[in-house]
C-alpha cells in the first residue's frame, strides 16, 4: 500500500505488535467529529498500539488534507480503490480492525466513543503483554 503523502508502506511492520486500522473518508462527517479522539488515543498509546489510519473513496489531496486539518500524527494509507477496505471486509465508514499481536482481528463497524475505544486498546495491549503471548 502507499499512505497519503506516497511513501510505501509495508504491513510486515505491523507484525507481532497490537494495531488498529482505523477506516475513514474524507467527505464523512461522522469520520471528521471522530479524527480527534482518534489522535488523542494514538498520541496515549504510543508505543503500545500502533495507529494506522485506513482512508478510502476519494482523492490523495483531500485525504492530506483531512490528516493535516485533524493533525493525524499516524501512518494514514490512501486506499482510493479499497483494496485494503476489501481485505478487512469493511462496507462503509468509520470502521475498525483491533489487530492483536498474534495476529486475531476484530472488525468493528461504526463510531467508538472515547470510552468504548479506551476500553479496546486496554484489551488489546494486556493481550499484548500477558505471559505466553508475542508481546509477554
Known amino acids: 500500500a502507499r499512505t497519503v503523502d506516497g511513501a510505501a508502506f509495508d504491513s510486515a511492520e505491523l507484525a507481532g ?15 471528521r467529529g471522530e479524527a480527534p479522539e482518534v489522535a488523542r488515543a494514538a498520541r496515549e498509546h504510543a508505543g503500545a498500539v ?26 494514514n494509507l490512501d486506499d482510493a480503490d479499497g ?3 476489501r481485505l ?14 498474534d495476529g486475531a482481528v476484530e472488525v468493528v463497524r461504526g463510531t467508538l466513543g472515547h470510552q468504548q475505544l479506551t ?11 500477558a505471559p505466553g503471548t508475542a508481546g509477554g
Open 119 to 129: 476500553e479496546r486498546l486496554g484489551a488489546l495491549t494486556a493481550a499484548a503483554t
Open 17 to 31: 505488535r497490537p494495531a488498529v486500522l482505523w477506516f475513514w473518508t474524507p467527505w464523512c462527517p461522522t469520520c
Open 50 to 75: 500502533t495507529f494506522v489510519g485506513v482512508a478510502g473513496h476519494d482523492r490523495a489531496e483531500a485525504m492530506r488534507a483531512f490528516v493535516a486539518d485533524h493533525e493525524l500524527e499516524f501512518t
Open 83 to 85: 483494496a485494503v477496505w
Open 88 to 101: 478487512f471486509g469493511v462496507t462503509h465508514q468509520p470502521a475498525y480492525a483491533f489487530v492483536a499481536a
